[in-house]
């Protein structure tokens, strides 16, 4: 049975910078790297960047990572992360939320909700056409 997320690897082309974006931006630290990679935490997340020998190839479709962020936090830090990342779409779903690419094109997002919280937002819109189990 799956008991969760055990850690996400993503390529990047340029390691030092990558690093630079997910400890001083994104707020992560630093465990351990090496010359092709790097090990991060970023709250409950392990994070393993990894350098790669081909161009990275931005997504264009809605395949993106989703960080979670207090509600208090989500201001200071949207700012920051505006203020040196790409953003690739507004928020037009539940909670604050903040869509930004990292430094090689990668997806995320910067979230202050819960899948309850997402949920209890569905229920409680009658034209809702989400079946809830």
């Known amino acids: 049975m799956i008991t969760g997320v055990n850690h996400i690897t993503l390529a990047v082309n340029d390691l030092p910078r990558s690093i630079w974006f997910y400890t001083d931006i994104l707020g ?3 465990r351990a790297d090496w ?3 790097a090990y991060l935490e970023l709250g409950e997340l392990w994070l393993c960047l990894t350098l790669s020998d081909a161009p990275i190839a931005p ?3 809605y395949t993106h990572i989703a960080l979670t962020c207090s509600e208090a936090d989500f201001p200071r830090l949207s700012e920051l992360i505006a203020n040196h990342a790409e953003l690739w779409q507004d928020n037009s779903s539940e909670g604050a939320s903040l869509y930004f690419r990292d430094p090689d094109g990668h997806k995320l997002e910067l979230h202050t909700g819960t ?3 997402r949920l209890d937002h ?9 079946r809830i189990h």
Do not use: H, I, K, V
């Open 59 to 61: 997504r264009n479709d």
């Open 35 to 37: 010359p092709r990679g």
């Open 28 to 30: 992560g630290t630093l």
């Open 115 to 117: 899948l309850a919280s």
């Open 122 to 130: 569905y229920r409680a819109q009658s034209e809702s056409r989400m």
